[in-house]
């Protein structure tokens, strides 16, 4: 008994401090023969790293449950962290689709604004005609010709009293002196047809110019030859070549899709006849993006206006790349002077007998056209011409033989080309020639040479109109 007490009490004192002699155990009780015998435990030093079998349960448990749940969110985080947004194709599609329902939008308030005014102008109109109808006829012998006073407009045909009655009554403002402008204030297209059915007069010298240059005598119905397959080909344009270079040939058409923020395909038709079908045999990216309905085709280039600038390009299609770059000065881009439509058309590039022209507006001209004939190799303007009529106030215009022509409306079903300038004499003047907008929303007019035609997208389609010309005076 003494020797285990001893041994007991030398362990004792060869224990570590504190934690070890806490976990020691002392044992008393008789063995087998009866005799009292003392038993010490201490935990050996790997079981003294363990913790106790029953103890921190609780705790531990529920930093464990804690820590898997920690586990669970980061998980889910660095795994489906993305999960919430959509793919990028999805994306940049919602982007595109909100962006032509914000168009769409401008739009509507545009035309729901536009039919409040033309609503207000068919009842002005209306009490206009009744006091017209009171009114006694007047004589059919015109008064000579040098007693007519001069007003910038061209003199009527003979027997047209009653037209130059109503082209010659005050504005709005109660200026009569000059209507090259007042009359595009309203846009009406009740009040175009009214223009158009009473200032028709026949083709100067009587007979048609099939060859030379004269004035726009008539346009005729509208032929279509194929319709978008896309929202993309809602707005857009097409051409062909007047003078081709190889390798494609003068019956190679081209189109471009003009709505998305990503417009640069060009794609081109072997002929009218695959145009129909819908079959590009080239489809060509541009370098730059394209700003809305402008472009043009001539000697084998094509020019446009680079999106959100007033940049012009010219793009030779043989060699695929860019041949010149030039600023047009001062111009108008990006929403500040466009046709009444809209569509970003602040520079409308057009081909002719004369060449390459430009038709825009700038900050001094005060939103009234500006039209400038450019050289086609360098894109320098080499003269200009400031109109009278602005250029929010028509739908369109087109060039034939150095003249300007304006559409009246856009949306109108019965329009009119209503306006032409001169460049060879620098007047213009207020005319009628009826047009029509088929499909009700015209984003594109342009003169073909080639066809001698003139070449226009309405809502969708792709469509052409004969023309006749009026022959050529002489001065």
């Known amino acids: 008994m003494l020797v285990l007490l001893s041994l007991c009490v030398c362990v004792c004192v060869l224990l570590p401090g504190g934690g070890a002699q806490d976990r020691a155990a002392l044992w008393r009780g008789n063995d087998r023969t009866g005799r009292c015998q003392y038993t010490f435990t201490v935990p050996s030093p790997a079981e003294a790293s363990c913790p106790p079998a029953g103890g921190g349960g609780p705790e531990v448990e529920g930093l464990k449950a804690r820590l898997g749940l920690l586990e669970v969110l980061v998980a889910r985080l660095s795994a489906g962290g ?157 051409m062909q070549d007047p003078e081709p270079v190889s390798p494609y040939g003068p019956e190679m058409v081209w189109r471009i899709d003009t709505i998305g923020s ?4 060009l794609f081109g038709y072997d ?81 002719d007998e004369r060449g390459l022209w430009a038709v825009y507006s700038t900050n001094k001209a005060k939103g009234a056209i500006v039209i400038s004939r450019l050289d086609p190799h360098s894109l320098e303007v080499r003269q200009s011409w400031e109109t009278g ?5 028509v739908a369109n215009t087109f060039m034939i033989c150095g003249r300007m022509y304006a559409v009246a409306s856009y949306t109108a079903p019965d329009t009119a080309v209503s306006y032409v300038y001169d460049t060879g004499t620098g007047q213009g003047r207020s005319i009628a020639v009826p047009f029509r907008n088929k499909y009700r929303y015209n984003s594109m007019i342009d003169y073909n040479l080639a066809q001698r035609k003139l070449f226009a997208w309405d809502n969708f389609h792709m469509v052409s109109y004969d023309i006749r010309l009026g022959r050529q005076q002489a001065n």
């Not at 012009?312 to 060699?319: A, C, P």
């Not at 009529?389 to 106030?393: A, E, F, Q």
Request: contains cysteine; proline residues 9%.
């Open 82 to 238: 993305d999960a919430g947004l959509p793919p990028p194709g999805l994306q940049e599609a919602l982007d595109r689709t909100a962006g032509e329902r914000n168009l769409l939008r401008g739009e509507k308030e545009r035309l729901e604004r536009e039919l409040e005014a033309l609503q207000r102008r068919v009842e002005e109109m209306r009490r206009e005609a009744e006091t017209l109808r009171a009114r006694p006829c007047p004589p059919q012998t015109p008064p000579p010709g040098p007693s007519m006073p001069d007003r910038g407009l061209t003199r009527p045909a003979a027997g047209s009293n009653p037209v130059s009655h109503l082209m010659t009554r005050p504005n709005r403002q109660g200026d009569s002196s000059s209507l090259r402008d007042s009359a595009w204030q309203s846009g009406s297209p009740g009040f175009q047809e009214l223009k158009a059915e009473v200032t028709e007069v026949p083709a100067p010298g009587g007979s048609e110019d099939s060859a030379g240059c004269g004035e726009l005598v008539s346009v005729g119905e509208p032929v279509t030859h194929r319709k978008a397959d896309s929202i993309a080909g809602k707005y857009g344009v097409w």
């Open 262 to 265: 990503d417009v640069r395909q």
């Open 271 to 351: 002929n009218m006849e695959q145009l129909a079908k819908g079959f590009p045999s080239k489809v060509l990216m541009l370098p730059e993006l394209v700003e809305s309905t402008g472009a043009t085709l001539y000697r084998g280039s094509l020019y446009y206006q680079r999106r959100r600038s007033r940049s012009l390009i010219r793009y030779d299609l043989s060699s695929e790349s860019t041949a010149a770059r030039r600023d047009l000065p001062h111009a108008g881009f990006h929403g500040q002077f466009p046709y009444s439509w809209g569509g970003y058309t602040d520079i409308d590039l057009s081909v």
């Open 389 to 393: 009529v602005r250029k929010n106030s």
